[in-house]
Protein backbone atom coordinates (compact mmCIF):
# COMPACT_ATOMS: atom_id res chain seq x y z
CA UNK A 1 0.00 0.00 0.00
CA UNK A 2 1.40 3.12 -1.33
CA UNK A 3 0.91 6.72 -1.81
CA UNK A 4 3.44 8.07 -5.19
CA UNK A 5 3.77 11.20 -6.82
CA UNK A 6 4.33 11.13 -10.95
CA UNK A 7 5.44 14.38 -12.29
CA UNK A 8 4.55 14.51 -16.38
CA UNK A 9 2.29 13.18 -18.44
CA UNK A 10 4.11 12.23 -21.70
CA UNK A 11 4.68 9.13 -23.56
CA UNK A 12 7.47 7.30 -21.13
CA UNK A 13 4.91 8.65 -17.99
CA UNK A 14 1.66 7.11 -19.33
CA UNK A 15 3.41 3.51 -19.32
CA UNK A 16 4.69 3.85 -16.36
CA UNK A 17 1.41 5.06 -15.36
CA UNK A 18 -0.81 2.25 -17.29
CA UNK A 19 1.72 -0.65 -15.66
CA UNK A 20 1.60 1.31 -11.76
CA UNK A 21 -2.43 0.19 -12.15
CA UNK A 22 -1.66 -3.08 -12.88
CA UNK A 23 -0.44 -3.36 -9.67
CA UNK A 24 -2.67 -1.66 -7.07
CA UNK A 25 -1.60 -3.81 -4.34
CA UNK A 26 1.74 -1.34 -4.24
CA UNK A 27 0.44 1.17 -5.88
CA UNK A 28 -3.14 1.78 -4.36
CA UNK A 29 -3.19 5.82 -4.67
CA UNK A 30 -0.93 7.38 -7.28
CA UNK A 31 -1.48 11.31 -8.47
CA UNK A 32 -0.42 12.28 -12.03
CA UNK A 33 0.85 15.98 -11.67
CA UNK A 34 2.02 17.89 -15.09
CA UNK A 35 1.90 21.34 -16.92
CA UNK A 36 -1.04 19.94 -18.74
CA UNK A 37 -3.52 18.69 -16.12
CA UNK A 38 -5.99 17.75 -19.25
CA UNK A 39 -3.32 14.96 -20.45
CA UNK A 40 -3.53 13.74 -16.68
CA UNK A 41 -7.28 13.75 -16.52
CA UNK A 42 -7.01 11.81 -19.99
CA UNK A 43 -5.18 8.95 -18.79
CA UNK A 44 -6.80 9.04 -15.54
CA UNK A 45 -10.05 8.45 -17.15
CA UNK A 46 -9.14 5.78 -19.42
CA UNK A 47 -7.70 4.34 -16.86
CA UNK A 48 -10.10 4.16 -13.43
CA UNK A 49 -12.11 1.44 -15.44
CA UNK A 50 -9.59 -0.99 -15.02
CA UNK A 51 -7.72 -0.73 -11.80
CA UNK A 52 -8.51 -0.66 -8.12
CA UNK A 53 -5.86 2.09 -8.17
CA UNK A 54 -6.97 5.45 -6.42
CA UNK A 55 -6.13 8.28 -9.14
CA UNK A 56 -5.64 11.94 -8.62
CA UNK A 57 -4.57 14.45 -10.99
CA UNK A 58 -2.93 18.26 -10.43
CA UNK A 59 -1.67 20.20 -12.35
CA UNK A 60 2.04 21.79 -11.60
CA UNK A 61 4.91 23.73 -12.94
CA UNK A 62 7.85 21.36 -11.81
CA UNK A 63 10.39 24.09 -12.77
CA UNK A 64 9.03 26.17 -9.15
CA UNK A 65 9.88 24.38 -6.49
CA UNK A 66 7.82 26.29 -3.81
CA UNK A 67 4.55 24.56 -6.28
CA UNK A 68 6.74 21.41 -5.93
CA UNK A 69 6.66 21.75 -2.62
CA UNK A 70 3.18 22.66 -1.85
CA UNK A 71 1.65 20.06 -4.17
CA UNK A 72 4.27 17.36 -2.18
CA UNK A 73 3.23 18.74 1.04
CA UNK A 74 -0.45 18.60 0.33
CA UNK A 75 -0.78 14.67 -1.06
CA UNK A 76 2.46 13.85 0.95
CA UNK A 77 3.15 10.49 -1.18
CA UNK A 78 6.00 7.75 -0.04
CA UNK A 79 7.84 8.56 -3.37
CA UNK A 80 7.90 11.22 -6.33
CA UNK A 81 8.29 9.63 -9.86
CA UNK A 82 9.93 11.94 -11.90
CA UNK A 83 9.33 11.15 -15.68
CA UNK A 84 8.88 15.14 -17.07
CA UNK A 85 12.08 15.89 -18.63
CA UNK A 86 15.92 15.89 -17.26
CA UNK A 87 15.54 20.03 -17.07
CA UNK A 88 13.10 19.20 -13.97
CA UNK A 89 15.62 16.79 -12.06
CA UNK A 90 17.35 19.53 -9.61
CA UNK A 91 13.98 21.48 -8.79
CA UNK A 92 11.97 18.37 -7.93
CA UNK A 93 15.19 16.69 -6.03
CA UNK A 94 15.04 19.95 -4.20
CA UNK A 95 10.99 19.56 -3.17
CA UNK A 96 11.94 16.31 -2.05
CA UNK A 97 14.53 17.06 0.22
CA UNK A 98 12.30 20.09 1.65
CA UNK A 99 9.17 17.67 2.30
CA UNK A 100 11.64 14.36 3.34
CA UNK A 101 10.03 12.50 0.30
CA UNK A 102 12.44 9.54 -1.91
CA UNK A 103 13.08 10.88 -5.14
CA UNK A 104 13.68 8.88 -8.59
CA UNK A 105 13.80 9.67 -12.46
CA UNK A 106 14.67 8.13 -15.73
CA UNK A 107 17.52 10.75 -17.37
CA UNK A 108 19.98 12.81 -15.65
CA UNK A 109 19.77 16.25 -15.41
CA UNK A 110 20.71 18.82 -18.40
CA UNK A 111 19.38 22.70 -18.17
CA UNK A 112 16.80 23.54 -20.73
CA UNK A 113 19.02 27.00 -21.41
CA UNK A 114 22.52 26.08 -22.04
CA UNK A 115 23.16 29.81 -22.89
CA UNK A 116 23.19 30.48 -19.49
CA UNK A 117 26.29 31.98 -18.56
CA UNK A 118 26.61 30.66 -14.73
CA UNK A 119 25.69 26.91 -16.24
CA UNK A 120 28.20 27.55 -19.16
CA UNK A 121 31.21 28.45 -16.91
CA UNK A 122 30.77 25.26 -14.70
CA UNK A 123 29.81 23.23 -17.96
CA UNK A 124 33.10 24.50 -19.95
CA UNK A 125 35.28 23.45 -16.84
CA UNK A 126 33.94 20.21 -16.57
CA UNK A 127 34.52 18.85 -20.85
CA UNK A 128 38.38 20.44 -19.71
CA UNK A 129 38.68 18.20 -16.77
CA UNK A 130 36.75 14.75 -17.50
CA UNK A 131 37.21 15.17 -21.25
CA UNK A 132 33.53 14.77 -22.55
CA UNK A 133 31.18 17.92 -24.02
CA UNK A 134 27.72 16.06 -23.13
CA UNK A 135 25.13 19.09 -22.13
CA UNK A 136 24.25 15.93 -19.07
CA UNK A 137 26.50 14.42 -16.61
CA UNK A 138 25.83 13.31 -12.80
CA UNK A 139 28.00 15.69 -11.50
CA UNK A 140 24.74 17.96 -10.94
CA UNK A 141 23.11 15.35 -9.19
CA UNK A 142 25.51 13.53 -7.35
CA UNK A 143 25.97 16.78 -5.33
CA UNK A 144 22.78 16.07 -3.94
CA UNK A 145 24.71 12.90 -1.84
CA UNK A 146 24.95 14.11 1.63
CA UNK A 147 21.93 16.00 1.78
CA UNK A 148 19.76 12.49 0.70
CA UNK A 149 21.95 10.24 2.94
CA UNK A 150 21.55 12.84 5.90
CA UNK A 151 17.86 13.02 5.67
CA UNK A 152 17.77 9.30 5.49
CA UNK A 153 16.33 9.72 1.98
CA UNK A 154 16.95 7.37 -1.70
CA UNK A 155 17.18 9.03 -5.11
CA UNK A 156 17.27 6.40 -7.59
CA UNK A 157 18.75 7.95 -11.09
CA UNK A 158 17.93 6.96 -14.34
CA UNK A 159 15.69 4.38 -13.95
CA UNK A 160 14.32 3.69 -17.77
CA UNK A 161 16.44 0.97 -20.03
CA UNK A 162 19.40 2.93 -21.13
CA UNK A 163 20.29 4.40 -18.29
CA UNK A 164 18.43 1.68 -16.17
CA UNK A 165 18.03 -1.48 -17.25
CA UNK A 166 21.44 -1.66 -19.03
CA UNK A 167 23.10 -0.92 -15.17
CA UNK A 168 21.15 -3.84 -14.06
CA UNK A 169 22.09 -6.21 -16.47
CA UNK A 170 25.78 -4.55 -15.52
CA UNK A 171 25.21 -5.67 -12.44
CA UNK A 172 23.77 -8.79 -12.82
CA UNK A 173 26.74 -9.67 -14.97
CA UNK A 174 29.30 -8.94 -12.08
CA UNK A 175 26.99 -10.61 -9.38
CA UNK A 176 26.52 -14.11 -11.46
CA UNK A 177 28.72 -14.41 -14.69
CA UNK A 178 32.11 -12.69 -13.82
CA UNK A 179 34.76 -12.68 -11.32
CA UNK A 180 35.94 -9.17 -13.08
CA UNK A 181 34.70 -7.50 -16.44
CA UNK A 182 37.12 -5.98 -18.96
CA UNK A 183 35.02 -4.58 -21.31
CA UNK A 184 31.13 -3.57 -21.52
CA UNK A 185 29.48 -2.22 -24.89
CA UNK A 186 25.47 -1.57 -24.56
CA UNK A 187 23.43 -2.06 -28.10
CA UNK A 188 20.08 -0.32 -28.20
CA UNK A 189 18.71 -1.19 -31.50
CA UNK A 190 15.29 -0.06 -32.46
CA UNK A 191 14.26 -2.08 -35.30
CA UNK A 192 10.89 -0.22 -35.59
CA UNK A 193 9.48 1.29 -38.74
CA UNK A 194 6.77 4.56 -38.25
CA UNK A 195 6.34 5.20 -41.62
CA UNK A 196 7.13 9.01 -41.31
CA UNK A 197 10.74 10.22 -43.18
CA UNK A 198 11.61 11.34 -39.39
CA UNK A 199 10.25 10.95 -36.27
CA UNK A 200 12.09 10.85 -32.80
CA UNK A 201 10.91 8.35 -30.23
CA UNK A 202 11.17 10.10 -27.41
CA UNK A 203 11.12 13.70 -26.54
CA UNK A 204 12.16 15.06 -30.13
CA UNK A 205 14.22 18.49 -28.07
CA UNK A 206 16.00 15.59 -25.72
CA UNK A 207 16.58 12.91 -28.43
CA UNK A 208 18.27 15.55 -31.31
CA UNK A 209 20.74 16.80 -28.47
CA UNK A 210 21.47 13.21 -27.35
CA UNK A 211 22.20 11.97 -31.05
CA UNK A 212 23.46 15.54 -32.62
CA UNK A 213 26.42 15.75 -29.97
CA UNK A 214 29.71 14.39 -30.22
CA UNK A 215 30.41 10.47 -29.30
CA UNK A 216 32.72 9.51 -26.54
CA UNK A 217 33.31 6.16 -24.65
CA UNK A 218 35.47 5.43 -21.84
CA UNK A 219 38.61 3.52 -21.65
CA UNK A 220 41.60 2.90 -19.72
CA UNK A 221 40.63 5.19 -16.65
CA UNK A 222 39.92 8.44 -19.11
CA UNK A 223 37.00 9.30 -21.67
CA UNK A 224 37.80 9.68 -25.38
CA UNK A 225 35.76 11.74 -27.45
CA UNK A 226 34.99 11.72 -31.47
CA UNK A 227 32.92 13.61 -34.11
CA UNK A 228 29.42 12.63 -33.66
CA UNK A 229 28.15 9.37 -35.70
CA UNK A 230 32.15 8.93 -36.69
CA UNK A 231 31.98 5.39 -35.60
CA UNK A 232 29.66 2.84 -37.13
CA UNK A 233 29.58 -0.55 -36.87
CA UNK A 234 27.36 -3.11 -38.34
CA UNK A 235 25.21 -5.96 -35.85
CA UNK A 236 23.03 -8.72 -36.67
CA UNK A 237 20.42 -8.46 -33.93
CA UNK A 238 18.21 -11.39 -32.92
CA UNK A 239 14.82 -11.19 -34.20
CA UNK A 240 15.43 -7.90 -35.90
CA UNK A 241 18.62 -8.58 -37.82
CA UNK A 242 21.52 -6.83 -39.48
CA UNK A 243 21.68 -3.19 -38.60
CA UNK A 244 24.25 -0.18 -39.12
CA UNK A 245 24.81 1.20 -35.16
CA UNK A 246 26.94 4.58 -34.01
CA UNK A 247 29.01 4.69 -30.90
CA UNK A 248 27.49 7.91 -28.75
CA UNK A 249 27.99 8.77 -25.68
CA UNK A 250 25.62 7.83 -22.91
CA UNK A 251 24.99 8.48 -19.17
CA UNK A 252 25.41 5.37 -17.72
CA UNK A 253 29.24 5.03 -18.82
CA UNK A 254 29.77 7.49 -16.32
CA UNK A 255 27.99 5.67 -13.65
CA UNK A 256 29.31 2.64 -14.39
CA UNK A 257 32.80 3.42 -15.16
CA UNK A 258 32.93 4.86 -11.27
CA UNK A 259 31.07 1.59 -9.73
CA UNK A 260 32.39 -0.77 -12.44
CA UNK A 261 36.23 0.67 -12.09
CA UNK A 262 38.16 -2.79 -13.21
CA UNK A 263 36.58 -2.29 -16.56
CA UNK A 264 38.54 -0.95 -19.11
CA UNK A 265 35.89 0.09 -21.79
CA UNK A 266 32.62 0.81 -21.74
CA UNK A 267 31.14 2.12 -24.98
CA UNK A 268 27.83 2.81 -26.49
CA UNK A 269 26.03 1.99 -29.55
CA UNK A 270 22.57 3.07 -31.09
CA UNK A 271 20.91 2.19 -34.33
CA UNK A 272 20.16 4.71 -36.67
CA UNK A 273 18.44 4.26 -40.33
CA UNK A 274 19.82 6.60 -43.11
CA UNK A 275 16.46 8.45 -43.64
CA UNK A 276 16.92 9.77 -39.57
CA UNK A 277 20.75 10.54 -40.04
CA UNK A 278 19.98 12.23 -42.88
CA UNK A 279 17.08 14.59 -41.85
CA UNK A 280 18.88 15.04 -38.71
CA UNK A 281 22.25 16.11 -40.48
CA UNK A 282 20.29 18.58 -42.61
CA UNK A 283 18.31 20.22 -39.99
CA UNK A 284 21.53 20.68 -37.61
CA UNK A 285 23.26 22.43 -40.92
CA UNK A 286 20.43 24.82 -41.15
CA UNK A 287 20.13 25.48 -37.24
CA UNK A 288 17.19 24.24 -36.13
CA UNK A 289 19.04 22.22 -33.46
CA UNK A 290 20.09 24.89 -32.00
CA UNK A 291 18.70 26.13 -28.34
CA UNK A 292 19.43 29.62 -29.19
CA UNK A 293 16.65 32.07 -28.87
CA UNK A 294 16.28 33.64 -32.65
CA UNK A 295 13.93 36.42 -33.66
CA UNK A 296 11.48 35.81 -35.93
CA UNK A 297 8.59 38.24 -37.10
CA UNK A 298 8.68 39.91 -33.61
CA UNK A 299 8.53 36.51 -32.15
CA UNK A 300 11.12 35.03 -30.23
CA UNK A 301 11.74 31.10 -31.32
CA UNK A 302 13.77 28.84 -30.01
CA UNK A 303 14.59 26.95 -33.02
CA UNK A 304 14.65 23.19 -31.65
CA UNK A 305 11.60 23.72 -29.23
CA UNK A 306 10.14 25.32 -33.02
CA UNK A 307 11.29 21.83 -34.65
CA UNK A 308 9.26 19.86 -31.83
CA UNK A 309 5.75 21.55 -32.56
CA UNK A 310 6.21 20.39 -35.91
CA UNK A 311 7.44 16.70 -35.28
CA UNK A 312 5.43 14.08 -34.71
CA UNK A 313 4.48 13.61 -31.08
CA UNK A 314 6.70 10.59 -30.10
CA UNK A 315 3.11 9.45 -28.19
CA UNK A 316 1.08 8.71 -31.66
CA UNK A 317 3.63 6.97 -33.13
CA UNK A 318 2.02 3.67 -30.94
CA UNK A 319 -0.23 2.67 -33.68
CA UNK A 320 1.67 3.18 -36.71
CA UNK A 321 5.42 1.40 -35.50
CA UNK A 322 6.01 -1.91 -36.48
CA UNK A 323 9.00 -4.15 -35.73
CA UNK A 324 10.94 -4.82 -32.55
CA UNK A 325 13.81 -3.12 -30.26
CA UNK A 326 16.60 -5.23 -28.95
CA UNK A 327 18.57 -3.31 -25.57
CA UNK A 328 21.08 -5.43 -24.06
CA UNK A 329 24.60 -5.39 -22.80
CA UNK A 330 27.75 -7.90 -24.11
CA UNK A 331 30.36 -8.26 -21.73
CA UNK A 332 33.87 -10.04 -21.94
CA UNK A 333 36.15 -10.83 -18.70
CA UNK A 334 37.11 -13.70 -16.23
CA UNK A 335 35.35 -16.16 -14.19
CA UNK A 336 38.01 -18.52 -12.45
CA UNK A 337 40.85 -17.89 -14.19
CA UNK A 338 39.30 -18.36 -17.70
CA UNK A 339 38.70 -15.93 -20.23
CA UNK A 340 34.42 -15.26 -21.05
CA UNK A 341 32.34 -13.43 -23.10
CA UNK A 342 28.02 -12.92 -21.92
CA UNK A 343 25.22 -10.87 -23.52
CA UNK A 344 21.81 -10.33 -22.08
CA UNK A 345 19.35 -8.56 -23.54
CA UNK A 346 15.77 -7.69 -23.86
CA UNK A 347 13.95 -7.91 -27.16
CA UNK A 348 10.60 -5.82 -27.23
CA UNK A 349 7.73 -5.56 -29.55
CA UNK A 350 6.19 -2.59 -30.52
CA UNK A 351 2.45 -3.59 -31.62
CA UNK A 352 2.27 -5.88 -28.49
CA UNK A 353 3.24 -2.48 -26.16
CA UNK A 354 0.42 -0.79 -28.35
CA UNK A 355 -2.20 -3.13 -27.73
CA UNK A 356 -0.88 -3.60 -24.02
CA UNK A 357 -0.90 0.09 -23.17
CA UNK A 358 -1.15 2.26 -26.34
CA UNK A 359 2.55 3.31 -26.44
CA UNK A 360 5.18 2.20 -28.97
CA UNK A 361 8.43 0.08 -27.62
CA UNK A 362 10.92 2.90 -26.76
CA UNK A 363 8.23 4.45 -24.41
CA UNK A 364 7.54 1.22 -23.01
CA UNK A 365 10.99 -0.28 -22.59
CA UNK A 366 11.78 3.35 -20.20
CA UNK A 367 8.16 3.47 -18.75
CA UNK A 368 8.19 -0.41 -17.05
CA UNK A 369 11.68 -0.50 -15.93
CA UNK A 370 10.35 3.37 -14.11
CA UNK A 371 7.69 0.98 -12.87
CA UNK A 372 9.91 -1.51 -11.42
CA UNK A 373 12.15 1.01 -10.06
CA UNK A 374 9.18 2.47 -7.92
CA UNK A 375 8.17 -1.19 -6.94
CA UNK A 376 11.97 -2.04 -5.99
CA UNK A 377 12.13 1.54 -3.46
CA UNK A 378 8.35 0.97 -2.12
CA UNK A 379 8.22 -2.99 -1.48
CA UNK A 380 11.43 -2.14 0.40
CA UNK A 381 13.61 -4.28 -2.08
CA UNK A 382 16.45 -1.21 -2.52
CA UNK A 383 16.65 0.93 0.38
CA UNK A 384 20.40 2.54 0.43
CA UNK A 385 20.02 6.18 1.34
CA UNK A 386 21.77 8.95 -0.69
CA UNK A 387 21.95 8.97 -4.33
CA UNK A 388 22.24 5.62 -6.42
CA UNK A 389 22.17 4.43 -9.98
CA UNK A 390 20.63 0.99 -10.79
CA UNK A 391 24.01 -0.81 -10.73
CA UNK A 392 24.43 0.10 -7.15
CA UNK A 393 21.33 -2.11 -6.12
CA UNK A 394 20.71 -6.14 -6.45
CA UNK A 395 19.93 -6.20 -9.84
CA UNK A 396 18.06 -9.92 -8.69
CA UNK A 397 14.63 -8.77 -7.45
CA UNK A 398 14.34 -6.04 -10.13
CA UNK A 399 15.19 -8.39 -13.27
CA UNK A 400 12.38 -10.85 -11.98
CA UNK A 401 10.12 -8.10 -11.99
CA UNK A 402 10.89 -6.83 -15.33
CA UNK A 403 10.57 -10.78 -16.45
CA UNK A 404 7.29 -10.62 -15.05
CA UNK A 405 5.88 -7.39 -15.92
CA UNK A 406 6.85 -7.25 -19.72
CA UNK A 407 10.81 -6.93 -20.60
CA UNK A 408 11.73 -10.74 -20.08
CA UNK A 409 15.58 -11.35 -20.52
CA UNK A 410 17.36 -13.28 -22.97
CA UNK A 411 21.05 -14.55 -22.36
CA UNK A 412 23.52 -15.63 -24.96
CA UNK A 413 27.04 -17.29 -23.65
CA UNK A 414 28.75 -17.38 -26.59
CA UNK A 415 27.61 -13.86 -28.29
CA UNK A 416 29.36 -12.09 -31.51
CA UNK A 417 31.32 -9.62 -30.14
CA UNK A 418 31.79 -6.10 -31.77
CA UNK A 419 35.02 -5.08 -33.21
P1 LIG B 1 7.46 13.85 -23.24
O1 LIG B 1 7.88 15.13 -23.84
O2 LIG B 1 6.55 12.93 -24.00
O3 LIG B 1 6.77 14.11 -21.82
C1 LIG B 1 7.28 15.02 -20.89
C2 LIG B 1 6.19 15.32 -19.89
O4 LIG B 1 6.71 16.21 -18.91
C3 LIG B 1 4.97 16.00 -20.52
O5 LIG B 1 3.82 15.51 -19.88
C4 LIG B 1 5.21 17.47 -20.17
O6 LIG B 1 4.05 18.25 -20.07
C5 LIG B 1 5.84 17.32 -18.79
N1 LIG B 1 6.57 18.53 -18.44
C6 LIG B 1 7.53 19.16 -19.15
N2 LIG B 1 7.94 20.26 -18.50
C7 LIG B 1 7.23 20.31 -17.36
C8 LIG B 1 7.19 21.21 -16.27
N3 LIG B 1 7.98 22.28 -16.21
N4 LIG B 1 6.32 20.95 -15.26
C9 LIG B 1 5.52 19.87 -15.29
N5 LIG B 1 5.51 18.99 -16.29
C10 LIG B 1 6.35 19.21 -17.31
O7 LIG B 1 8.81 13.10 -22.83
P2 LIG B 1 9.05 11.51 -22.76
O8 LIG B 1 7.92 10.88 -22.07
O9 LIG B 1 9.48 11.04 -24.09
O10 LIG B 1 10.34 11.46 -21.82
C11 LIG B 1 10.21 11.54 -20.40
C12 LIG B 1 11.57 11.35 -19.75
O11 LIG B 1 12.07 10.05 -20.03
C13 LIG B 1 12.65 12.33 -20.24
O12 LIG B 1 13.40 12.75 -19.14
C14 LIG B 1 13.50 11.47 -21.16
O13 LIG B 1 14.82 11.94 -21.24
C15 LIG B 1 13.43 10.15 -20.43
N6 LIG B 1 13.77 8.98 -21.24
C16 LIG B 1 14.59 8.04 -20.68
C17 LIG B 1 14.93 6.90 -21.40
C18 LIG B 1 15.72 5.82 -20.73
O14 LIG B 1 15.82 4.73 -21.29
N7 LIG B 1 16.28 6.02 -19.56
C19 LIG B 1 14.48 6.67 -22.77
C20 LIG B 1 13.54 7.68 -23.24
C21 LIG B 1 13.23 8.81 -22.49
P3 LIG B 1 3.29 18.84 -21.40
O15 LIG B 1 2.29 17.78 -21.72
O16 LIG B 1 2.69 20.12 -20.95
O17 LIG B 1 4.35 19.02 -22.45
Known amino acids: ?15 AISKCCQVPEVFSEIMIASRTKSKCDALAEKLRPTTKTVIETAKVD ?16 DLVMNIALP ?5 IMDACLATGVNYMDT ?40 RFERA ?8 GFDPGVTQAY ?5 KHEFDTIDTID ?18 PEVNLREVSAPGSYWENGHWVEIPAMSIKREYNFDQVGQKDMYLLHHEEIESLAENIPEVKRIRFFMTFGQSYLTHMRCLENVGM ?18 LKALLPDPASLGPRTHGKTNIGCIFTGKKDGQDKTYYIYNVCDHQACYKEVGSQAISYTTGVPAMCGALMLLTGKWTAKGVHTVEEFDPDPFLDALDRYGLPRSESHDPVLVD
Open 62 to 77: ADKVEELIALIGAYKP
Open 152 to 159: GLTALLGC
Open 289 to 306: LSTTPVMFEGHEIVPIKF
Open 107 to 146: ANYEPEDTDDPAWRAIYEKRCREKGFSAYFDYSWQWAYRE
Open 186 to 203: ILDCNGGDHGYAFATNFN
Open 87 to 91: YQDLT
Open 170 to 174: CAYAK
Open 1 to 15: MSRVLIIGCGGVASV
